[in-house]
């Protein structure tokens, strides 16, 4: 994500980009213990607890818990749903859960939607989930 | 923990929220929350759905409206807890034996939550007139569970 297309889907509100900067920490950070691309030890676990802490505990998650939070806890599971069927022997499973992984747009939706509103939700979304499966899929590829 | 310990943990919990049912509702979910934190960290490999249920759980402790109300003072001793068992986590591996009696200690850093709550809820005096015991009974409890395991 570029500072430009941060800068538009927040607004210019400041403590909404610390939030998603706070957010994409945490979310490396999680997902380099699932995919295994950081080894399972105290001193990782635990950093990526410390990410969840700063983030859950900034200004911008407090003040507007009552939109995020739910959207958070769906994500989660929905990225769980994901890992779970990532390497099921079924291939449409595998397939969804190659969709679902980027669950985590909905958080920045959810924060455009919180600091530019909806058209500006509709002219980002498409392009931005376009981007995310593009550069996972030209890293990765396809289920097949 | 023997049913005398639990009666001590669980007094001094009702204590420290003095009356305060959403400061008892937080310290009920931290000490859970922070339960899970320790058995992840001390485990070799972690399954992702029990991994992502922590995950879930985080959710939940940081959007308590206790936390919620209180986040500006509580934030820096989250951070402060984790270190803390991360440094005793690291210590309890070293070769020094001043190092193991640091890392014992730092051992309950969760339940330091606690006494932060009796602070904000009844101030310095609340939490003096808690902590000794909370910590014999967190103690002895560790002890007991380390005897059970060697």
């Known amino acids: 994500m570029t500072d430009d297309f941060i800068n538009l889907i927040c607004a210019g509100n400041r403590r909404a980009q610390e939030f998603i900067g706070l957010w994409g920490q945490y979310l490396r950070a999680v997902d380099n213990l699932i995919d295994g691309d950081a080894p399972w030890t105290a001193e990782n676990v635990l950093n990526c607890f410390a990410c969840g802490a700063a983030m859950y505990s900034h200004p911008f998650y407090q003040s507007n818990k009552a939109s995020l939070q739910m959207v958070i806890l769906v994500t989660t599971n929905t990225y769980a749903d994901s890992v779970k069927w990532e390497k099921s022997p079924e291939l449409w499973k595998r397939q969804w859960a190659d969709v679902l992984r980027h669950a985590d747009g909905n958080v920045m939706s959810a924060v455009t939607l919180i600091c530019s509103g909806w058209p500006t939700l509709r002219s980002i979304s498409a392009p931005f989930m376009a981007a995310a499966y593009i550069g996972h899929k030209d890293r990765h590829g396809v289920p097949e | ?150």
């Open chain 2, 1 to 150: 923990m023997t049913e005398e310990q639990r009666e001590i943990f669980n007094r001094s919990c009702d204590q420290a929220a003095n009356g305060n049912p959403l400061a008892a509702e937080f310290i009920g979910r931290w000490l859970c929350y922070f339960r899970s934190i320790e058995k992840l960290a001390q485990m070799e490999q972690c399954e992702p759905e029990k991994f992502l249920n922590v995950l879930a759980e985080t959710n939940l402790v940081y959007s308590c409206p206790y936390y919620t109300q209180n986040a500006a003072f509580l934030t820096t001793s989250v951070a402060q807890m984790l270190n803390d068992f991360g440094d005793c986590l690291a210590w309890r591996a070293a070769g020094e034996d001043w190092q193991k009696r640091m890392a014992e200690t730092f051992y309950h850093a969760g339940e330091t939550m606690v006494l932060q709550v009796a602070v904000l809820e009844g101030g310095f005096s609340l939490m003096r007139a808690i902590s000794p015991r909370l910590r014999e009974a967190v103690q002895q409890c560790h002890v007991d569970i380390s005897a059970s395991q060697s």
